[in-house]
DNA sequence: GGTGGTAGACTTTTT
DNA sequence: GTCTACCACC
């Protein structure tokens, strides 16, 4: 922390006014430049209302906000930090009015999405042809790139899916409307229609002096246009970033936006950080190595001037089980030799269904795994059933937040109810929730010809009274706590998970944390209340019920944060996370699992990817991963992995192969090989003899790998084949082998001129 | 309207 | 192997 900055990062925390740009390899002090520039800008004079930093993960904004106050004191509690998204759904609560958007609107993530795309497709009666999936995937695509859903996908009219995103879409936006809600696309989306306001726009333009990105590889395009209004009229942007560390690219992330930085800034200040500070020459090499085989990259070369560290140390196990039980082990040895403390170290893998074996037996060797989760927490069902009443009590027009829970706990209202209710809710023009008061409140069954028996309108009266209830606690100037514990209360759901012989104690404990969580939130955001008041965004609102506010904060919190994770206190805490989640972080000794070709790098064929670049980015991942490390690396794999409860022959990745071999320790086996055989004779049957992919045993010391997809084992393209649900259809192309097996096949739609085009599991077709 | 059984999907990666 | 959404039954 007092060490004191190299001459480009001096240059970087002294550069003026204007454009700059920080290409800034992995563990080169990228933050550090970042968080010393903004306490330089305050030092200067500039208010901490007139900085933006946007950063990518919402712990690398608590992270940057922490050593900016620790390098210049409150001040920096006054800045906003936040990801893209939050920084949007900030500027939405200020200025959206504008162009529609109620102040109090909420958030819709990837599950209320989801859930409301199932039903707009349940109710247009298209759900034997199209998942809520594919257009889910459709919107995102075409959110990520700033593309209208309806024509990014082939030309007039449209692929197989378009036909039926052109009824669904726009649905879908009138639920969003009605349910006051927006998705995440929307968030930014929505300001960049802000931007182009005529009396909002420019506004939005002088509203920061300088704004500063972080991992600006990862930006897709309209989060791009979004930075640059925002500086367009100072033009102080400073962003920072690393090509070789572009890890988003499936999520429409640009790392052109940061190469070719120069051509809307043609006036920009280059400055290059190569120097690492992080890592050991040894892991350095190594991440070097992987990177350095891709082709599509600015050059750079990361050194350090300590020499040595400790060899990579590679450990091939038997199984998933086996690799796991591997892991554990070691790190046993390493705590219990004082080599290393738990907290030190972090155990990284490609897929999230990696981290069950491992949290398994790092039990077994007494260790508390702690799982970093995007939403773990936040997606178990009953945390969203109790959110779910929150939400309807922030809005009372949630439908959909309504149809969750009007019968959770059961309370004896079903589909056929509810069925009614919408009908009533259609005819009025209102929300479930006020067709439910309307029908109880005896105006009568006469509206749109819905009629109730009276036991249902019994009941429905009785979950009207419940909500009204809840209501009068939530303005009764209790706290977000209370009211949680009073929706769990009077809403039955205690009781209901008491009477659960299963697993109703875990829930009821997940409800307690959620508890918690809200009363961290409150107490958090009644320390900054005095801060954001001054900001630059936030207007004088604060003629709102206190209630009330800290529910819209705290449901936005929840759909774009996730919980803060708690403090890990517990003695021999070890952290488990995908790559993905690790970037920006730096560990003194990193695990990474699930070296296999296949898995890592994961080699999913999909349709209108180029396997080039998907592979080049797999290596990024793969150097993301290595320089993680600062002190110590295992490389982890297993022969034999569980994939969907069967047994798979696996590889060592081909990332292995780059790594040059002085970079490991002497060939050696963990100390227990679990006692896993090789690969049954079988399953290696099954392969195709002429695989050269299977010229690489277990035993070589420097294997070779070769990989080919092979068409071979009956569905070829043109083949007829039937499946259960679709019936005959033809095979247009395969991918994989075995279980892995996907297959493209076309199958007659309802048009019967446009043909719809499944992939499916090679394991639910048959030949004809 | 609630329930228990089963077929099908699920495993890239996240705000 | 595990979770879910849906169906037949009560």
Redesign the pocket.
Known sequence: MVASLNREQQAAVEHGDGPLLVLAGAGTGKTRVLVHRIARLLESGVAPWEILAVT????AAREMRERLVALCGPVAERMWIG????TCARLLRRWGEAIGLPRDFLIF??DDQ??AL?ALI?EAGF?DQI?A?TIAARL?YAG?RGLDPLTAFGGPGGDYATQFLEVIVPRYRERLAREKAVD??GLILKVLELCRHPEVGPRLAGLYRHVLVDEFQDTNLVQYELVRHLSSITRNLTVVGDDDQS??A??GAEPRNLLDFDRDFPDVVEIKLEENYRSTSVILDAANAVIGKNLDRRGKALWTERGGGDPIEYLACGDDRGEAETVARTLRGLVDDGACSPGDVCILY?????S?PLEEQLRRFRFEPKVV???AFF?R?EVKDAIAYLRLLANPDADSAFERVV?VP??????????KLREVARARDVGLLAAARATVRGHGPAFGGAS??A??RK?LGAFVDLMDGLAGVRDGGATLAELLIQVVERSGYREFLEHDDGDGADRMRNLAELVNVASDYQAETADDEPGEGGDAADGADGADAPAARGLAGFLERVA???AADGADGRGETVTL?????AKGLEFEVVFLCGMEDGLFP?L?P?EE?DEQA?LE??RR?AYVAITRAKRVLYLASARLR?????LKAQMPSRFLDDIPPGCFALPRRPAATPAIPRPPAPRRAARPARDEFDQRTWDDDVPVIRHDDDEASGFAPGVTVRH??FGRGRVVAAHGTGSQQRVVVEFPGIDPTVPMTKT??A??LARE
């Open positions: 990518f993960t919402n712990k990801t893209f998204h939050a993530d990837d989801q859930k199932t349940k759900e998942s999936r995102d990520n995440f696309a890890i988003y499936w999520r490609r897929t999230n269904a990696q069950r989760g995007a939403t997606d069902k019968n059961p309370r004896g209202i079903g589909a056929a109810t509810v069925d109730l028996g036991a249902a009941k774009l944060v996730g996370m995908t790559i993905h989640m994961s999913r999909r990817t998907a980015e797999e991942l569980r994939v969907w409860g069967e259960q649900a499916i599991d394991r639910w």
